[in-house]
């Protein structure tokens, strides 16, 4: 949900003609007011920006090629990816997970965003350039539930 409680987004994934995507909905209304967001796999973690702007999105490896086309992960990795999700369009190009990602979130003053992921690695990912800070291991896998 963003910040000001107007809109939401959610994990899981749309398939919308084939394509692995995700939308924007007004929570008053219920309608999307975003166009489809694509990805390259199933998500499993969304999150606003403070400011509401930009959607933080991870993406699990898909198990089949997208019939569209697009790219397909190498076995046991993901992506993070920022959308300017009114525009419906990437803001950076996908930073690629070392292990599938589990979820993600900005720091409150929108200054970071962290990942974590599946094989024990924590992200620090820069939210203005896309790019990593760096790679934290908690020393376990996580359970998928």
Not at 101 to 126: F, H, K, R, T, W
Request: glycine share 12%; hydrophobic share 40%; with cysteine.
């Amino acid at each position: 949900m963003s910040a000001d409680g107007r809109f939401w987004a959610h994990a899981g994934t749309i398939i919308h003609i084939g394509i692995p995507s995700t939308q924007v909905y007004e929570i008053n209304s219920g309608r999307a007011v975003s166009p489809l967001l694509q990805t390259n796999g199933a998500l499993n973690g969304v999150d606003f920006s403070p400011d509401g702007k930009r959607l933080l999105v991870t993406v699990r490896r898909p198990s089949v090629a997208p019939p569209t086309g697009g790219k397909v992960l190498p076995s046991g990795e993901g992506e993070v990816v920022f959308f300017d999700w009114r525009a419906g369009s990437r803001v950076f190009a996908p930073l690629p997970t070392p292990s599938p990602p589990a979820d993600a979130a900005y720091s409150p003053d929108g200054q970071l965003a962290v990942v974590v992921c599946s094989g024990g690695e924590i992200l620090l990912v820069n939210p203005a350039t896309g790019r990593l800070i760096r790679t934290l291991d908690h020393g376990s896998q996580a359970n998928d539930w």
